[in-house]
């Protein structure tokens, strides 16, 4: 069974450029988490979703930051307009269906670093 | 939320057991105590979680004391590959925002040959 696959591993994008991240979760897995991990701090949860539907995006940037989960494909955390302090690393996770409860894991990706010149 | 409070970092000789405090005085009676590591480079790893009792798997054993205050995670013999950060982490069972692990700065581990 694969695990969380991100890409691209490494993105670079100047200021003002969109960055589109991608997240495939495990099979069998519809719950999708994004943190990032901005250079020497700690790892910050952005969004949950589910299949379709946001559940909290507490800590989304109001901002240029949206994220989807489509029915079919990978979700996408998508910024717009980067600026040099979107430069981070964005991990993403994933649980299994019943991912609600306490007790479930979340699997984490390899991430995506984005460079922002 | 609740918090945890880890130290900043620990250093342990290879093959010699590693035990990583880990304080949340403040712990509600639905919050699991979940942690955490991240290798260099890596995205985070599930290590092992409990409510009450101690719980052993294949990578660590959880010790969580009697008041819930505190617990530790132990890695009975450190290897190199062991060298990571250690998150502590509490989830609550029933409220929504459960969800979401809240990563505190975590524990450094460091591992000497």
């Known amino acids: 069974n694969a695990g969380v696959m991100q890409n691209p591993r490494h993105l670079v994008r100047r200021r003002g450029q969109e960055a589109r991240l991608r997240c495939s979760p495990m099979?069998?897995?519809?719950?999708v988490y994004w943190y990032r991990q901005l250079p020497e701090e700690g790892l910050k949860f952005m969004v949950y979703?589910?299949?379709?539907?946001?559940?909290?995006e507490s800590g989304m940037p109001k901002e240029r930051f949206s994220a989807e989960f489509p029915k079919e494909g990978p979700s996408i955390l998508r910024i717009q307009q980067v600026v040099r302090g979107d430069s981070a690393a964005y991990f993403c996770?994933?649980?299994?269906?019943?991912?609600?409860?306490?007790?479930?894991?979340?699997?984490f990706g390899p991430g995506t670093r984005l460079t922002v010149l | 939320d609740a918090k945890t409070t880890q130290p900043n970092s620990m250093e342990s000789n290879e093959e010699e057991p590693v035990h990583l405090p880990c304080n949340h005085s403040?712990?509600?009676?639905?919050?699991?105590i979940h942690w955490y590591r991240q290798l260099p480079s890596q995205g985070p790893e599930y290590v092992i979680h409990?409510?009450?009792s101690n719980v052993n798997n294949r990578m660590a054993s959880l010790a969580i004391a009697e008041d819930r205050k505190s617990s530790t995670l132990i890695l009975h013999r450190a290897t190199l590959r062991d060298a990571a950060v250690y998150y502590c982490?509490?989830?609550?069972?029933?409220?929504?925002?459960?969800?979401?692990?809240?990563f505190g700065g975590g524990t450094r581990v460091l591992v000497k040959p």
């Open positions: 996770a994933s649980s299994p269906p019943q991912g609600a409860s306490y007790g479930n894991e979340q699997f």
């Open positions: 099979k069998g897995h519809s719950h």
């Open positions: 979703l589910q299949k379709e539907n946001i559940i909290d």
């Open positions: 403040t712990i509600s009676g639905t919050d699991y």
């Open positions: 409990g409510l009450t």
């Open positions: 982490i509490l989830r609550d069972a029933i409220k929504a925002a459960g969800n979401k692990l809240t």
